[in-house]
């Protein structure tokens, strides 16, 4: 477990006029490493997320990322062109609301093909069966690839966002609450898919969740939110298991146990 | 002198207890001992003397305030006490293991998977982790018709025995054991002290809990009683 990160973040804030999103948030991610980042709902953490991965801009603060030809890059001072590319090749993006990161009236199996496209790939029957491959992968019946994920259940379509993002192989995967809003069986099966598809890979992410179970579950390392700032940091084990903080105690003797 | 696979010394640990009006409780205080290769040491004390939480401190799940907790890492002393998340991490994949007083099952992972996590993530491959896993779950008497299910709904014993054997499935030089026996009946007892009494053969080094004497008069070389690090109460 040498060698360089895949990302660097030092000091990074973002403000909303005079309110606090996130502020002075720094950490390094390393290839296969997860890092959840966990919190109540307004601590910053979607905030945060949406800072790292482009999709906002940061009031002040640096993030850096080893691209594929490994050269550093500020990602604040990528062009548009280049951010876009990196969001469709190198990275994924796994919305909690399935509709956000799929379009609801293409068929499973372009929603996958299309992200092949996307990095030039032109050979329908390779495309075809490259997504066949993925919808197995994430679970799906491969004679659901001509139907469009309009008609498909929440934990299918949460399934073939994942399986939508990571047939590019990208090397950084964002996810926000990835679980929320499923089942607790349809959970445990996408938390499962997951797990395995994220250590077989040897996927760095970082995954934006209030569940300290799917942290536990998923994650290596966990950060703390709370009023934008990371509270408390570590192994995800020793947070939960010997919280130091105030909060980080609240909310670990907060969790329900079956 | 050989040098020890593990030394903990100086270690201290108090829980600050923020929810109950900040309360201070040691746990420990000036806690040293060693553990060589082919030895297993066995914290004494009764229940409450801080035993468990000390085997904790030593897997890095709980944080330490003071001291080192130093493991002879690829030839090298590293202190996993100031480790960053991901030595530690590294030090749980290569060099020490822990077995539980309770298992943490995730959901859909069959038991054979359970037991061959450690090896795969060691970079074996599926085949041999699960022959191997298949080998400790029979000579641990598990019934074979449920090796390929999650382990979840297991009884006690059942749990134990999967624990167990993804302990003692790598080859780790340090083992924690955290009454690896409590659950289970006297011919599995005897299976696991057979199997512990391996591992010094093999040159472990290792650290744990037994409340059974019997049991702990089987494996312990020395007794390390943790009631001579109990810190001075606070009033």
């Given at each position: 477990?040498?060698?360089?990160?895949?990302?660097?973040?030092?000091?990074?804030?973002?403000?909303?006029?005079?309110?606090?999103?996130?502020?002075?948030?720094?950490?390094?991610?390393?290839?296969?490493?997860?890092?959840?980042?966990?919190?109540?709902?307004?601590?910053?953490?979607?905030?945060?997320?949406?800072?790292?991965?482009?999709?906002?801009?940061?009031?002040?603060?640096?993030?850096?990322?080893?691209?594929?030809?490994?050269?550093?890059?500020?990602?604040?001072?990528?062009?548009?062109?280049?951010?876009?590319?990196?969001?469709?090749?190198?990275?994924?993006?796994?919305?909690?609301?399935?509709?956000?990161?799929?379009?609801?009236?293409?068929?499973?199996?372009?929603?996958?093909?299309?992200?092949?496209?996307?990095?030039?790939?032109?050979?329908?029957?390779?495309?075809?069966?490259?997504?066949?491959?993925?919808?197995?992968?994430?679970?799906?019946?491969?004679?659901?690839?001509?139907?469009?994920?309009?008609?498909?259940?929440?934990?299918?379509?949460?399934?073939?966002?994942?399986?939508?993002?990571?047939?590019?192989?990208?090397?950084?995967?964002?996810?926000?609450?990835?679980?929320?809003?499923?089942?607790?069986?349809?959970?445990?099966?996408?938390?499962?898919?997951?797990?395995?598809?994220?250590?077989?890979?040897?996927?760095?992410?970082?995954?934006?969740?209030?569940?300290?179970?799917?942290?536990?579950?998923?994650?290596?390392?966990?950060?703390?939110?709370?009023?934008?700032?990371?509270?408390?940091?570590?192994?995800?084990?020793?947070?939960?298991?010997?919280?130091?903080?105030?909060?980080?105690?609240?909310?670990?003797?907060?969790?329900?146990?079956? | 002198m050989v040098t020890p696979l593990l030394s903990v010394r100086?270690?201290?640990?108090?829980?600050?207890?923020?929810?109950?009006?900040?309360?201070?409780?040691?746990?420990?205080?000036?806690?040293?001992f060693e553990v060589h290769a082919g030895e297993?040491v066995?914290?004494?004390?009764?229940?409450?003397?801080?035993?468990?939480?000390?085997?904790?401190?030593v897997y890095g799940?709980?944080?330490?305030?003071?001291?080192q907790i130093l493991l002879q890492h690829r030839g090298q002393p590293t202190d996993l006490a100031t480790a960053?998340?991901?030595v530690v991490?590294e030090l749980r994949r290569d060099t020490i293991g822990?077995?539980?007083?309770?298992?943490?099952?995730?959901?859909?992972?069959?038991?054979?998977?359970?037991?061959?996590?450690?090896?795969?993530?060691?970079?074996?491959?599926?085949?041999?982790?699960?022959?191997?896993?298949?080998?400790?779950?029979?000579?641990?008497?598990?019934?074979?018709?449920?090796?390929?299910?999650?382990?979840?709904?297991?009884?006690?014993?059942?749990?134990?025995?999967?624990?167990?054997?993804?302990?003692?499935?790598t080859d780790h030089p340090v083992l924690l054991?955290?009454?690896?026996?409590?659950?289970?009946?006297?011919?599995?007892?005897?299976?696991?002290?057979?199997?512990?009494?391996?591992k010094?053969?093999a040159g472990a080094a290792l650290l744990?809990?037994?409340?059974?004497?019997?049991?702990?008069?089987?494996?312990?070389?020395?007794?390390?009683?943790?009631?001579?690090?109990?810190?001075?109460?606070?009033?």
């Amino acid at each position: 477990m040498t060698g360089e990160p895949l990302l660097r973040v030092s000091n990074l804030s973002k403000l909303f006029g005079s309110r606090i999103g996130c502020t002075e948030v720094s950490f390094a991610l390393w290839p296969g490493e997860v890092l959840a980042v966990v919190g109540e709902s307004g601590s910053g953490k979607t905030t945060l997320l949406n800072c790292v991965s482009t999709r906002l801009e940061p009031t002040s603060g640096v993030a850096e990322y080893r691209m594929r030809d490994e050269n550093w890059r500020n990602l604040y001072d990528l062009s548009e062109a280049e951010r876009r590319f990196l969001m469709r090749t190198d990275w994924g993006f796994v919305h909690q609301n399935p509709a956000d990161g799929l379009r609801m009236t293409v068929s499973a199996g372009a929603n996958v093909g299309e992200r092949l496209m996307a990095v030039g790939d032109r050979h329908y029957g390779r495309i075809r069966s490259t997504a066949l491959d993925w919808l197995n992968r994430v679970e799906i019946a491969g004679d659901r690839i001509d139907d469009e994920p309009r008609g498909f259940s929440g934990g299918m379509r949460q399934r073939l966002q994942i399986a939508r993002n990571l047939v590019t192989s990208p090397r950084l995967v964002f996810m926000d609450e990835p679980t929320g809003g499923l089942d607790v069986s349809v959970q445990a099966r996408l938390l499962d898919l997951l797990r395995s598809l994220v250590s077989e890979l040897g996927l760095a992410a970082v995954i934006v969740t209030h569940d300290l179970a799917v942290a536990r579950l998923l994650s290596h390392r966990m950060m703390v939110m709370k009023d934008g700032r990371v509270i408390e940091a570590g192994l995800t084990d020793r947070v939960l298991d010997d919280p130091r903080e105030p909060y980080t105690q609240l909310l670990v003797s907060s969790i329900l146990q079956v | 002198m050989v040098t020890p696979l593990l030394s903990v010394r100086d270690v201290a640990k108090t829980f600050t207890m923020h929810l109950r009006d900040g309360a201070v409780l040691p746990v420990v205080l000036g806690v040293g001992f060693e553990v060589h290769a082919g030895e297993c040491v066995v914290l004494g004390g009764p229940s409450g003397a801080g035993k468990s939480s000390l085997l904790k401190m030593v897997y890095g799940n709980y944080g330490v305030d003071a001291g080192q907790i130093l493991l002879q890492h690829r030839g090298q002393p590293t202190d996993l006490a100031t480790a960053s998340p991901r030595v530690v991490l590294e030090l749980r994949r290569d060099t020490i293991g822990y077995v539980s007083q309770f298992l943490r099952t995730v959901p859909r992972v069959t038991t054979l998977d359970v037991i061959a996590e450690p090896l795969r993530s060691r970079g074996v491959g599926r085949e041999e982790a699960q022959t191997r896993a298949r080998a400790l779950l029979s000579q641990l008497n598990l019934p074979e018709q449920l090796w390929s299910l999650p382990p979840a709904t297991f009884s006690g014993g059942e749990q134990q025995r999967v624990n167990i054997a993804r302990g003692f499935v790598t080859d780790h030089p340090v083992l924690l054991l955290d009454e690896p026996t409590a659950s289970l009946d006297a011919g599995n007892r005897a299976v696991v002290v057979e199997m512990i009494a391996e591992k010094k053969r093999a040159g472990a080094a290792l650290l744990g809990i037994f409340h059974d004497e019997e049991v702990r008069a089987a494996v312990a070389d020395r007794i390390v009683d943790v009631t001579a690090f109990a810190p001075r109460r606070a009033a």
